[in-house]
């Protein structure tokens, strides 16, 4: 049977379509300003500013189980959605504490009060309490997608405000280290492979920050010309993509190659 160039490709397509399915999509941050607008910032093009939405109400944001969707706490605490593709908003109602409403990759949302950790329902944004924690929060929580048992705060201690690691089980904190922001850290975010971005205000309005999670030191990456209250990232899965080949994908890859090479040598023949 006659095998011919297209045929080959078509072979290799097939064994790198596993491979672009679990490459890591683009990060986009969407950050509430003070007075309830709701921003996206693309991490692929220089974390360039769109306004989403000029009013949303919004005090607390979090991404969630829902997709697309940015989960909005009011100043009151009541829970809403905000649908990314529609632009639609939808009250849940209940009624969440705090300031640092977050995404647990579970199933829940999370939030920090004072220094407590709750679990919060997000179909009825009604609250349970966890546990108590040493520090109280200083504005979000958020879970790495690499590891999800890793669930990180922002917190005010006596050197400024600083990461810490959560357990969500208990609400028992562990201190990584400071941030080093002149201003204060309001909002946490984690990109699908792992990278911890962070916001808050500054004298001038506000930055958005990388954060270096072993040590907690925060590195500007774009000022904002408003006062950020928080964070959330999409795209959001509760489950981290492998964005590293298999040993069987591998194989069959180099197979295909040793194929095309094959083929090449008995054309020329």
Do not use: H, W
């Not at 809403?80 to 849940?92: E, G």
């Not at 916001?199 to 006062?227: M, N």
């Amino acid at each position: 049977m006659t095998r011919t160039k297209s045929t080959y490709l078509g072979l290799l397509a097939v064994l790198l379509a596993p491979m672009a399915a679990n490459a890591v999509p683009i990060t986009l941050i969407y950050v509430n300003s003070s007075s309830g607008a709701l921003y996206s910032y693309d991490s692929s093009a220089a974390y360039s500013e769109t306004l989403i939405a000029g009013s949303t109400g919004a005090f607390s944001i979090s991404s969630g189980p829902a997709a697309n969707t940015i989960y909005i706490q009011a100043g009151s605490g009541a829970l809403s959605t905000y649908d990314l593709t529609t632009d639609v908003q939808t009250n849940v109602g209940g009624s969440v504490p705090g300031n640092a409403l977050g995404e647990g990759r579970d199933g829940f949302l999370y939030a920090g009060s004072g220094a407590s950790l709750y679990q919060v329902d997000p179909g009825t944004g009604i609250s349970s309490l966890i546990g108590g924690g040493t520090y109280g929060y200083a504005g979000d929580i958020a879970v790495d997608p690499t590891s999800l048992s890793s669930m990180y705060g922002a917190v005010s201690t006596s050197t400024g405000v600083s990461l810490v690691t959560v357990d969500k089980t208990t609400g028992a904190q562990s201190l990584v280290g400071s941030f080093g922001v002149a201003g204060s850290i309001f909002g946490l975010g984690f990109s699908l492979d792992g990278l911890l971005y962070a916001t808050g205000p500054t004298a001038s309005g506000g930055g958005i920050y990388t954060i270096d999670k072993t040590t907690g030191a925060a590195s500007l990456a774009r000022t904002v010309g408003y006062s950020p209250f928080d964070m959330a990232t999409q795209p959001f899965e509760v489950d981290e993509p492998t964005t590293v080949p298999e040993p069987a994908t591998l194989s069959l890859l180099g197979l295909g190659l040793l194929c095309m090479g094959a083929a090449r040598r008995r054309c020329k023949a």
